[in-house]
């Protein structure tokens, strides 16, 4: 019986020695895999870094975007301003222009038969002015009506 406990004891003990040595392989696995992880934070330290810094540039770019965009709404808002200016002022010229259109033709119509005399009576001058032109010419050529009635 002494023999079962010294091998029971051999047993526990191997299997005590099998318990260690998987475990050491477990550990140095663990140890294994903590250093990978270790270098990947550190890469992705190193990486997040250069990462604040483009981002922190990004933003400082952006904003001065935002400010050149700013000045320049600015300025626009300023032609809009003028050109809705001119659109006032043109829509103020184009009623005036109305208003005396309206005026002048009212006028016209009052005045119908005093422009139709005057035309008339230019027309009459204009007539005697030509006959009294050509009357001229034929004087200065040399030929007089009177004298060819004359003769």
Known sequence: MENLLYIAAIIAAIAFLVLCISLAVTL???????????????????????????????????NELAEDIQKKSEKLNTVVDAVKNVGTSVNGLNYSIQRITSSVSSEVEKNEEKIAQVIQWSNVFLGVRDKWKERKALEEAGYNEYDSKKK
């Open 28 to 62: 140095f696995s663990v140890k294994k895999t903590l250093n990978n992880v270790a270098s990947t934070l550190e890469g992705l330290d190193t990486n997040l870094q250069n990462v604040t810094k483009e981002t922190a540039q990004l933003l400082h770019k952006t």
